[in-house]
């Protein structure tokens, strides 16, 4: 009978992820392990090829990301380089599907369980459906979210999300307690998500400003098939309504970030005229002085990484359902109403 890398792992008293690296990549393994799993595998005549060891496994060392947002973005591009970090040191390739539509969201799942091309599926920031959750359930797929929106509750087998509820809370309440009460939240409107955690940040945020009898303006921002945000229609809206804003808050730094220019380039100064807040403390706002909420989504993915490798290999997952929280980054771009 043939030896599996199974045997090889189990003799050696190391993980198959680590059999498998001892072969492929050497470099991430201790010379002493490597050495005592190389001769195991020469006394039970072991070889290893990475199609074999995905055969012998019953893996393909493959990890399915879904993404709904466009690769170069700040979050999704963090979130690429977290969850490479840890699975490409354990042997693992990523395959990132990029969801830019319902067809593309169904094809996805309708084909999975046949091709059968990954050992787990990672979701970013969008919700899969009771049926896509069962279609992967099917070949026993575990199903891990990064910012995905009540992941317990449609099925998921862990996740890690930012505390979306207090980080919109803190902005509301920094922005009334400088004394704003005719406010401005922008949005984006993405079908493609069912419940993309952006939806819990609007909600709260609303809530909060309505306890305080606050009715804040919605601005709904176009984004065009490129990912990139239509900037300059948002300041048209702006400056259509009936008195503009002394405060805006921004679903996301990806807005708010270019809404500082156009605004000062249409004569308004930020924040004598008016106050900015944005969400997530992405790259630049430092630089320029944007007040934000910050969160960590490589972190995040790196959280996210390690507790898919816990349930590929069977282990159990101590708090499989985290909550980072968010934090308010108070910077130049807010003051007191004027």
């Known amino acids: 009978m043939s030896t599996s890398i199974q ?65 170069r973005l700040w979050f999704t591009a963090s979130v690429i380089e977290g969850l490479n970090e840890v699975l490409h040191a354990e042997g693992y390739d990523i395959s990132i599907f990029q969801i830019s539509s319902i067809e593309d969201r169904r094809n996805f799942f309708e084909m999975l369980p046949v091709r059968r091309n990954a050992d787990a599926v990672i979701v970013v920031s969008f919700d899969i459906d009771s049926k896509e959750i069962a279609q992967l359930s099917s070949v026993g797929v575990p199903i891990i979210g990064i910012n995905t929106a009540e992941s317990e509750q449609h099925g998921f087998a862990a996740a890690v999300n930012i505390d979306d509820h207090q980080g919109s809370t803190l902005a509301a309440r920094h922005l009334m307690n400088l004394g704003h009460r005719n406010i401005a939240y ?78 000062e380039r249409n004569g308004f100064s930020v924040p004598e005229d008016i106050s900015v807040i944005g969400y997530d403390d992405s790259f630049y706002t430092d630089d320029i002085g944007l007040t934000t909420i910050r969160q960590n989504p490589v972190d995040m993915a790196r959280i996210a990484a390690h507790m898919t490798l816990d349930l590929i290999e069977g282990k159990p997952v101590h708090e499989p359902f985290r909550t980072l929280p968010a934090q308010l980054t108070v910077r130049a771009s807010t003051s007191r109403i004027r």
């Open 7 to 71: 045997d090889v792992a189990e003799k050696a008293g190391v993980s198959i992820s680590t059999v498998s690296r001892s072969f492929t990549r050497p470099d991430l393994v201790s010379a002493k392990t490597r050495e005592r799993v190389l001769a195991i595998a020469d006394e039970l005549n072991f070889s290893l090829s990475r199609s074999a060891a995905a055969l012998k496994s019953g893996r393909s060392l493959r990890v399915a990301v879904l993404m709904s947002g466009h690769i």
């Open 186 to 263: 922008i949005r984006t409107d993405r079908e493609v998500s069912l419940s993309f955690s952006v939806g819990g940040r609007f909600d709260m945020f609303m809530d909060t400003c309505r306890k305080e009898g606050v009715e804040p303006q919605v601005i709904v921002c176009k984004v065009d098939s490129d990912g990139r945000y239509q900037i300059s229609d948002v300041v048209t809206q702006l400056m259509s309504l009936e008195t503009m804003p002394t405060a805006i808050a921004c679903q996301e730094d990806g807005i708010a970030l270019p809404l500082l220019f156009q605004l």
